[in-house]
């Protein structure tokens, strides 16, 4: 495992796995601290192509051209979480990987990932391993109706999931989701959805950004809000819970840690590690985004600021809802984001807007 020791003067190289708007925004922040971004991706149309200096198309199997890659890079990050473990491993052998390999392992993985965490003595929901029908019929046993099925492995926006109503037939549930290994997770009864999104340096220093509340339409976020309506003993328990689980990850960049209020309780759900949709905001409304900071971390910089100037509401544009955007660049309060993607699909997500307007708590 090879680390950043001093601070990647301007005119380094930034390699990110991954070249979708996440990507995108990491160059953009990254152009604006004099660095220079190599961005790795299979698909010739990546939205982060456009806004870099070097770019790979290859598949993330293809040794070569990965070491390659690696030869012109003195760090490597990643805007995904299912970077293949042999292509993370493999980088790690010859340029320093952020975030690193065991906690991309840990976040790959729910099982592992929810043993983690609640090693830690923070709460998530119950779960139990699912490997067949039988261990599903066993879980529920355990667990109850209702619950959620969602494979270990490679989920996404609500993908690899389902919920047990009462009357639902387990075997059709398990086929579902593809008869994989998968968790079975108690339904937590919560209130609303936030995030926290925080950052550490090389040297360990943690830097929390404020806590947006999420809504989200058919399993993708819709909007963030900051201030969330919490209290700020629940806002204070959720940033302590998510500054644990980044220091006991041994992690360097920006995570994102999604979690479930109820009542005076916080319930984390899961973890992504990399910067995160929920954490859009920081663009407009704080001293330095979670884009730059990530960037800043990965690099050895001092980290900066997470300190919010202005109450702000983001909200994703998906799919032919990007084409309003000559109405929101007019609006005085409205920072647009589109993210350069040529073909529009449903619930694909072009862009997203913050709308930010004077601080009032
Ligand atoms: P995930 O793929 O784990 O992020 O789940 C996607 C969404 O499904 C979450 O944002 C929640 O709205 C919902 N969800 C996931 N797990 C649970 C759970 N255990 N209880 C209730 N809702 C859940």
Known sequence: MKKVSS?????????ILGGGQLARMLALAAGQLGLDCHIYAPEADSPAFAVSAAQTVAAYDDFKALEAFAATCDVVTYEFENVPGDTAAFLDA????????????????????KTFISGLGIPVAPFAEVSD?????????RIGRPAVLKTRRFGYDGKGQTKIYDTTDLGQAFAEIGRQPAVLEGFVRFEREIS?????????????YDVP????ENHI???????????????ATAMDFGSRIIAAL????????????????VIVNEIAPRVHNSGHWTMDACAVSQFEQHIRAVCG?????????????????????ADGWRELAAEPQVHLHLYGKRETRPGRKMGHFNRVTPRQA
């Open 7 to 15: 601070a990647l003067p301007p005119g380094s190289t930034v390699g």
């Open 94 to 113: 010859l340029v320093p990987v952020a975030p690193g390999v065991s906690a991309l392992k840990t976040a790959q993985d729910r099982i592992a990932e």
């Open 133 to 141: 029908l039988a261990s599903l019929e066993a879980a529920i046993g």
């Open 196 to 208: 926290v999104i925080a950052a550490r340096s090389w040297s360990g220093e943690v830097r929390v």
């Open 213 to 216: 509340e999420n809504r989200h």
């Open 221 to 235: 976020l819709k909007t963030s809000t900051v201030p969330a309506q919490i209290t700020p003993a629940v806002a």
């Open 250 to 265: 041994d992690y360097v960049g920006v995570i994102g840690v999604e979690m479930f209020v109820a009542g005076d309780r």
């Open 301 to 321: 910089w001092p980290l900066g600021s997470p300190e919010r100037h202005a109450d702000v509401v983001m909200t994703n544009l998906l799919g032919a809802e």
